[in-house]
């Protein structure tokens, strides 16, 4: 009787374990493939660097979102995913702590963006990533007049050397890193296009096209007019007349444009006013995209010399002084005040 009974012990313990067993095992897949505890469909979460697996999970446990969070621990111990990358990463209602772990051990953190508006100057867009949080401010209270010594560029002034565009980038990123890259973009940009540059443009150097096409973006207000607006400038290039572009008058004033260009301001003679200076100025006056850079180094053809502002963004352009002055006349003079000028003029 006594080794019957020892049997079935044997027996009922080697049943319990299996069952507890099957039940541990059951309990463990039920856990990592039930969904996490969000309240919002979509939840950031922030990995501090140096962040290791035990202090995030019990994070995520206090906070109400993972259950049993030391269970992570040992599932990324049995899989071998300890080591979680710092970074932010969104979770979406429905995931569950299996795909947690991916997430952290991947590496596909949140990508943030930011836009550089064509036509911006280098200040303007210093400024829109200086207020950007989520960008680590490097430069801290640096001017655009800095940046080439700041961001060690082989440059002798900062306009026109970062390329309009949306950047993507992790949070905390430098902001000196991403200035970096839209100047390196702008080069890559410049030097494509020099190579396919138009037979007989008028520049010796990839720096005056650029020069030329930050104008052409200035003045651009709808897209298909870039090529023929070039084309205007090219050929007062070519015989010698003075560009006398308002832009250019803008950009020689600074801080001391209120929004109005005065008779005053067109003979003032800055470095950059068009209306005084013959050929190009010394720098661009706006960072341009490819569109301007291209149109720059491909002119449309044509006969036109003049062009003025009908105020719906497009250009009435005349190849005599005698029609861009009756243009002049209904587009600007009856329609505007009397001081305001956007177009060349002899």
């Known amino acids: 009787m006594a080794w019957r009974f020892i049997r079935y012990f044997f027996i009922f313990l080697l049943l319990f374990g299996s069952l507890a067993t099957a039940g541990a095992a059951w309990f463990y897949y039920n856990w990592l493939n039930t969904p996490l ?12 660097a140096n962040s290791n697996l035990i202090q995030v999970s019990s994070e995520l446990g206090l906070s109400g979102y993972l259950r049993y969070p030391r269970l992570l621990v040992l ?3 049995l899989t071998d995913s300890e080591h979680i990358q710092a970074g932010e990463y969104s979770l979406q209602q429905g995931d569950t702590p299996a795909e947690l772990l991916q997430l952290l051990t991947s590496g ?8 550089l508006i064509e036509g911006w100057t280098s200040a303007e867009m210093l400024q829109q990533l200086q207020g950007d949080p989520r960008l680590q401010n490097d430069l801290q209270n640096a001017t655009a007049d800095q940046l080439p010594q700041l961001l060690n560029l082989d440059v002798e002034h900062h306009e026109g050397w970062f390329y309009p ?17 839209a100047h390196q973009r702008m080069q890559d940009v410049l030097a494509e296009e020099w190579l396919a540059r138009g037979f ?3 520049y010796e150097s990839p720096y005056e ?10 003045e651009t207000g709808v897209p298909y007019e870039r090529g023929a607006i070039a084309g205007v400038f090219v050929r007062r290039l070519q015989q010698g007349m003075r560009l006398q572009t308002d832009p250019t008058v803008i950009y020689g ?21 068009t209306y ?28 036109a010399l003049f062009f003025v502002a009908r105020g719906d963004g497009s250009h009435v352009f005349s190849d005599t002084l005698e029609q861009h002055e009756a243009a002049v006349r209904q587009f600007q003079i009856e329609q505007r005040a009397e001081d305001y000028q956007s177009a060349p003029q002899l």
């Open 108 to 115: 596909e953190v949140v990508q943030h963006r930011v836009s």
């Open 165 to 181: 565009d949306t950047y993507q980038f992790v949070r905390g990123e430098r902001l000196s890193s991403l200035l970096r890259r």
């Open 209 to 218: 096209a650029l020069i030329m096409a930050s104008i052409v973006e200035k």
């Open 253 to 273: 004033l600074g801080d001391r444009y209120d929004g109005n260009i005065t008779r005053a301001h067109l003979r003032e003679a800055t470095p950059w006013n």
């Open 276 to 303: 005084v200076i013959r050929g190009l100025p010394p720098t661009p006056i706006a960072n341009p995209g490819r569109a301007a850079i291209h149109a720059a180094l491909n002119p449309e053809p044509g006969s």
């Open 37 to 48: 505890q969000l309240d919002e469909r979509a939840f950031i979460l922030n990995i501090p």
């Open 75 to 77: 599932h990324a111990r």
């Open 200 to 202: 007989g443009v008028p």
